[in-house]
Every structure is written in C-alpha cells, then in structure tokens.
C-alpha cells in the first residue's frame, strides 16, 4: 500500500487537501467525506483496512476544515460542498481510470453526499452513509435554528461553539482523548453553515425519491448527535431496491471509532465486496 497527500481545485478555486491509501492494483475505489468539525486524516484506520483489501481511498479535507482553507465551519452555500465532491471526484476518475467507484460520508459528509445523489445520474457503484445527518440532536433545538436563520442574512459569517460533546462520539476513550487532542479539530460554526444545513435536510427530505443508488446506511442507536430515526427514514424513504440499514446497538456516533468497530469494519467490506 502507499499512501499521499496532495492539493486539487474545489470550487471557485478553492485549494483543497486530500490524502489518498492505494494498494498496487485496486479493485475499487472509495471516496470519503468526513463529518463536521474533524478532517480525513481521522479515517486512517478504515482506509487501511479496505486498502489491504484491495480498495483504493481518497479523502479530502472539506473547505473550512482540516488542512484545507477558510474560516473554520462556515461555508457560503451548500452549493460549494456539491462542487468540490464533484471535483474531487473527477480528480480521483482522472487518476483510477475505469475503476469501480463508491463514495462514502460520514455524518455532516452524509448530507454532503445525499444531496449530491439527490442531483446527480451518479454512476457510481453505491454508496455507504454513516452517522445520518436528517434528524439532529439537541444542538439543532428550534431556538438555535430560529437565530442561525436570522444571523445568516445579517452576519452570515458570525461563529459559535456548535457544543458538540467529544464523549457522543464513541465509547471509546481513547477515540475521545485523541479527538480533544488533535489540532485539525474544530468545533466552530457560523450561521450560514447552519442554516445551510437545516436548508439542505429539508431538500434531501423532499427529493428523497431522486436516489436510486445502491446504499448501505450504518447508525449507532445511541447516537445523540444525529438521532438513528434519521437513518430509518432514509432507509423506508429512499427510492433505492438495493439498500441495506445496520443499526448498532447501544452505538455511538462514529461506528467506524466505536466499541463494534471491527463487525463495521466486516460489514463495510463485505457490502463493497458484494457490489463489485
């Protein structure tokens, strides 16, 4: 396996960072989008495991994230997220030419890619949502969603604590020591990214019937962060024949970091493996 780091060009010129794990001859390829806050650098361990199986992974770090440029949580539209998945994507094409190619978004990255799936004829071999952002937690109460609308046309760059708890994360410690430690992590956000994030979740909400793709929907079902009704939803709800739901008993919010990470790691892989 090796793995690298490199730039490409989001939208509007965004200069954007990725990291890639690629195996010598891959049999598919995985793209992945990390969740709000955090960056790719956190899904080493899933993509060292699906590289020594064969699949090729690229990450990028999303704008106002990670190593990649902006004010830390804000986005001016949701339409930005779309291009530079859309990018990425032709990047990563243009480098495993004729390659099967599966995407992969974890929580904030799931809305990422549900409302890319809900626009696009995709063309992909499925894709994997994890820590489904459609129906949040606490953070998103009516009077935090009331100010963000409000403040994003008046000061749509005006930032908060978002006061997501590290410990929601995953039940193990050492997932959540590392996670308050690591200095890519973020936990701002402005108005315009929340109301743009409400906005999107209606969107998906009523477009839901455009996705078709094949999809694997995993959800811890003690996620306080985003509730696992949300990933019920999307299973009864999205247009897709092929689509499977593993909900995680007793399961926090990134299964891939939790205490059941290995039989995730197994039903990833597996599904992959059967979609090839």
């Known amino acids: 396996m090796r793995t690298g780091e490199g730039y490409f060009s989001g939208a509007f010129g965004a200069r954007l960072f990725y990291r890639c794990w690629r195996p010598e001859e891959p049999r598919a390829v995985l793209v992945i989008i990390h969740g709000f806050g955090e960056h790719s650098g956190r899904y080493t361990d899933l993509a060292t495991h699906l590289a020594s199986r064969g699949f090729?992974?690229?990450?990028?770090?999303?704008?106002?994230?990670?190593?990649s440029p902006g004010q830390r949580g804000h986005v001016d539209t949701w339409r930005d997220y779309w291009y530079d998945l859309a990018f990425f994507r032709n990047v990563v094409e243009s480098y495993e030419r004729q390659t099967p190619l599966f995407i992969y978004g974890h929580s904030m990255g799931s809305l990422v890619v549900l409302d890319y799936l809900t626009y696009q004829t995709s063309g992909l071999q499925g894709a994997i949502l994890s820590g489904v952002l459609l129906e949040p937690g606490k953070v998103a109460n009516p009077l935090l969603a009331g100010i963000?609308?409000?403040?994003?046309?008046?000061?749509?760059?005006?930032?908060?604590?978002?006061?997501l708890d590290a410990r929601a994360l995953s039940r193990d410690p050492g997932v959540v020591e590392a996670y308050r430690?690591?200095?890519?992590?973020?936990?701002?956000?402005?108005?315009?990214?929340?109301?743009?994030v409400l906005k999107t979740i209606a969107s998906v909400k009523a477009q839901i019937k455009n996705i078709r793709d094949p999809l694997l929907i995993l959800h811890g079902e003690a996620d306080t962060i985003n509730r696992v009704e949300g990933a019920r939803w999307l299973f009864r709800e999205a247009a897709s024949i092929d689509k499977e739901l593993r909900v995680y008993p007793e399961g926090y919010h990134e299964p891939h970091n939790d205490l059941q990470k290995e039989q995730v790691l197994h039903d990833i892989t597996d599904w992959l493996q059967r979609h090839l």
């Not at 046309?153 to 006061?163: A, C, D, I, N, V």
């Not at 430690?181 to 743009?196: C, F, I, M, T, Y």
């Open 56 to 67: 090729a992974v690229y990450a990028f770090d999303l704008r106002g994230h990670g190593c």
């Open 148 to 163: 963000a609308h409000l403040l994003s046309r008046y000061h749509p760059t005006f930032s908060l604590r978002l006061g």
């Open 181 to 196: 430690k690591d200095p890519l992590v973020h936990n701002q956000a402005s108005a315009r990214w929340g109301s743009e």
